[in-house]
């Protein structure tokens, strides 16, 4: 029997990065939220730095769906299906994966929202790849600023801005787009690792900064500073320090007594009325099935399950899935590719130990169109990124650089002596949706209460495969300049799942080819919006996290000052 609860205002479904955002300005306006997350309140308690649990276990300790519905992947129709992820990338928790995310927070770049037109302009348009369904955003950088800066400040970023309404500034990004003010915090402190690679970078003539990062450079809200303890990568912060939602925008919206927040909710489908408006949400907790009715409903979980839950919502309005009437659901799908990464062997201790992975410095010269594309093969770019980040178990699986045995005594000299020598880099590299590379339901694989879980169907075309040895070539120029004895190239790798995952819901004008329209609502079903990176509609060569959260705000804002003609 399902237990059919009191009607809400809105239902967000996912309280992680997005959704974790949007109930904040909703919650403001007067708004009746209620907030439906698969996973649990963790505490700074549940925070241990342990590189076993978090880092191999995948914090066990926590109520994890996704990781009992890890996404399949095989790189075309007609490819053998990949060996499944022991773990999903992503996390369920009231916060989601900013809970234990690395925390850098860009910005995309200009370039990015408008890459059909700006490539056609300066390059031709036989320059955007055959098959990429690339289009140009309906939006534009100076749309999203002023939610880029609200979210900023709401969550509590530090960093170093490089253009500041367009005076430029050298310590910063200086290719970055016109920001309103400087970050709340200064950046993270450097370290001689950090420094080193810097000055390397000025000596070759290009221009190293820190990156952002929603990190406390200084106390904060209440919230203390970064104690630099180092186990940020896939680790909770005992102090806070890192801003998840669950510590910043959640709260507050609590305290206005207007959000209510449902943990360990499996939502299993968005069900519709007889006019094929979104009319309420079924979930399932300790064993019982629940049905919460809303006005209006926001899909806030992340790209796989985005996707997974609109497909999996069939009805006679929509047979093909929840707005799918024009079979755009799933496509478009992207990921970054930062797998093809490059190692480093220096001649001397580089004391990289603990740290955190947003303390580091970046390189963006070779990012985006922010230099001239028209002797190569690629369109797009790469942003070049080290840190100061090194844990135990990390430094025991170190490349041997093919001086030493991977096993064995000799293997163990030279881990000894060597741990310390050794740094990898961080390569975020942009890439386009192609026609081939799509997301759908698996015919065979299910979840534990029997639906299907998503599936991958994508590989890296020639476009992202020409640009990965470009970016190998600019990283392992810097490490040599910085003094490394060795390097190796890492693979590129696959298309499976990620933590970077764009596409699947996207944002368009067009309902021809996209799924929401400029302000995240679903062309379909008008009382349905879409938040995250699934709405993106290209993955620039930055992490989207910001980016996705600027979005939902901006999608809640035009909710809280459009509701009479959305909700009814």
Avoid at 326 to 354: C, D, E, I
Wanted: hydrophobic share 35%.
């Amino acid at each position: 029997m399902t237990i059919r609860l009191n009607k809400t205002d809105v239902a967000v479904i996912g309280l992680g990065g997005v959704g974790g955002v949007a109930v904040l300005p909703l919650a403001e306006a007067g708004m009746e939220v209620v907030g439906l997350e698969a996973g649990t309140w963790l505490s700074p308690r549940d925070f241990a730095p342990d590189e076993l649990r978090n880092e191999v276990h995948g914090w066990p300790q926590s109520v994890q769906k996704a990781n009992r519905e890890i996404p399949v992947h095989r790189a075309t129709e007609s490819s053998p299906e990949s060996p499944r992820m022991n773990l999903h990338p992503m996390m369920n928790a009231v916060g989601g994966t900013t809970m234990h995310w690395w925390a850098q927070s860009w910005r995309l770049n200009p370039w990015d929202f408008k890459v059909v037109s700006e490539t056609t302009k300066r390059y031709g348009e036989s320059r955007i790849p055959a098959g990429s369904t690339v289009e140009d955003w309906p939006i534009q950088l100076e749309d999203l600023e002023k939610y880029y800066d609200r979210v900023e400040r709401e969550i509590g970023v530090s960093g170093q801005a490089g253009n500041v309404n367009g005076i430029i500034d050298q310590r910063g990004n200086i290719f970055e787009g016109p920001r309103s003010r400087d970050y709340p915090m200064p950046p993270l402190r450097g370290t001689g690792f950090t420094e080193m690679l810097g000055d390397a970078g000025r000596r070759l003539g290009w221009n190293p900064f820190p990156g952002p990062a929603a990190i406390n450079t200084q106390t904060y809200e209440g919230r203390s500073p970064c104690l630099y303890h180092g186990f940020c990568h896939r680790g909770g912060c005992h102090v806070e320090a890192k801003n998840s939602t669950a510590v910043s925008t959640i709260p507050k919206a609590q305290e206005t007594g207007n959000l209510r927040v449902v943990t360990e909710a499996h939502v299993t489908s968005i069900n519709v009325d007889n006019e094929g408006r979104a009319c309420s949400v079924q979930y399932f907790k300790d064993g019982k099935a629940y049905l919460q009715p809303a006005d209006v409903v926001l899909l806030a979980g992340y790209t796989y399950e985005n996707v997974r839950l609109l497909l999996l919502s069939k009805s006679g309005a929509f047979p093909q899935g929840l707005s799918n009437n024009h079979g755009q659901v799933g496509r478009h799908y992207m990921t970054h590719n930062t797998t093809a990464g490059v190692l480093a062997l220096f001649p001397h201790a580089l004391n990289r130990w603990y740290g955190l992975p947003a303390q580091g410095v970046a390189i963006d010269n070779w990012a985006d169109d922010n230099f001239d594309h028209t002797d190569v093969d690629f369109i797009g770019g790469g942003n070049l990124w080290v840190y100061s980040d090194r844990r135990p178990i990390t430094a025991a699986l170190m490349n041997t650089f093919n001086m030493a045995p991977r096993w064995g005594s000799d293997w163990k000299a030279f881990v000894m002596h060597n741990a310390d020598r050794w740094t990898n880099s961080y390569l975020q590299k942009s890439t386009l949706p192609y026609a081939e590379n799509y997301l759908d339901l698996h015919p065979t694989e299910k979840d534990p209460l029997g639906f299907p879980v998503c599936r991958i169907t994508a590989d890296f075309k020639k476009n992202e495969r020409n640009l990965a040895l470009f970016i190998q070539d600019k990283m392992e120029q810097w490490f040599l300049e910085a003094g490394a004895i060795a390097t190796v190239r890492q693979p590129i790798g696959t298309m499976g799942p990620s933590t970077h995952a764009y596409g699947g819901t996207r944002m368009g004008d067009d309902q021809e080819t996209n799924v929401v329209n400029r302000w995240g609502f679903s062309h379909e079903v008008p009382n349905l919006g879409l938040l995250g990176a699934s709405v993106m509609g290209t993955s620039g060569a930055h992490n989207p996290t910001l980016t996705a959260q600027a979005l939902a705000w901006r999608t809640a804002d035009y909710l809280v000052n459009n509701w009479a003609a959305i909700s009814s």
